[in-house]
């Protein structure tokens, strides 16, 4: 498996300019996760879908940023208009979420996309 | 809201020898803990992780412990190598599946 994929690895624009970065989640996984990582803040979870579902978006920071999963096997997070201030690496992980009762829920997180916003 | 701390933040030790890393949450409702590897520039690799009925796991020269009723976890490595060299990362999964994380401790192992 080729694991979690992420695109672009790096993402330089201007501030107020669109970004758009994405993901594709390990095959049969029915998980996925927006992460944020800064020096400041550490890792935060910015959203996580289930069978494609939006579970909980508490952690997306304003209306600036939106996220969609349109199929299993995809997922967009969306960044308009972006600012300095959104500069980090931003994580995709997906897993397979089953019954409580046999809990696989191991996290398998993507390589990463490091945006910087000038 | 859970919180997560991490002890020490960055720690140096000499090749072979085994150590400790820390990690302590807020909340004891958890499902379960996990601990991540983090190697500068890549993405976290899942190293081991405790179900919350769990005490321990065991990984090669890994072993990580769990007292969900004191909100503590350690990682032990054992004759820890050059190759251990990156941050560790600790977790916890609430009941909504989403995972809080620690800020990390930078491990450097010297040869």
């Known amino acids: 498996d080729a694991g979690v994929i992420q695109s672009p690895r790096h993402e330089v624009t201007e501030m107020g300019q669109e970004v758009t970065l994405r993901c594709k989640p390990i095959s049969g996984h029915n998980s996925l996760f927006w992460y944020r990582q800064t020096m400041m803040r550490g890792l935060e979870l910015l959203i996580y879908?289930?069978?494609?579902?939006?579970?909980?978006d508490s952690g997306m920071p304003e209306d600036r940023f939106s996220a969609k999963m349109p199929n299993a096997s995809f997922s967009t997070l969306k960044i308009q208009p972006s600012e300095p201030r959104d500069s980090a690496v931003y994580f995709c992980a997906s897993s397979f979420a089953g019954d409580r009762a046999q809990i696989t829920d191991t996290q398998y997180f993507g390589p990463g996309t490091r945006l910087t916003v000038l | 809201k859970q919180e997560v701390t991490q002890i020490p933040a960055a720690l140096s030790v000499p090749e072979g020898e085994n150590l400790v890393l820390n990690c302590s949450f807020t909340?004891?409702?958890?499902?379960?803990l996990q601990w991540f590897r983090q190697d500068p520039g890549k993405g976290l690799t899942s190293l081991l992780l405790i179900q919350s009925s769990q005490r321990e796991q065991t990984s090669g020269r890994l072993n990580a412990s769990l007292d969900k009723s004191s909100g503590r976890s350690t990682l032990y490595i054992a004759a820890s190598q050059p190759g251990d060299s990156a941050t560790y990362l600790c977790?916890?999964?609430?009941?909504?599946?989403?995972?809080?994380f620690g800020s990390g401790t930078q491990l450097t192992v010297l040869p």
């Open positions: 909340d004891s409702a958890i499902y379960n």
């Open positions: 879908f289930n069978n494609n579902v939006p579970i909980d």
């Open positions: 977790a916890v999964e609430g009941s909504a599946r989403q995972l809080t």
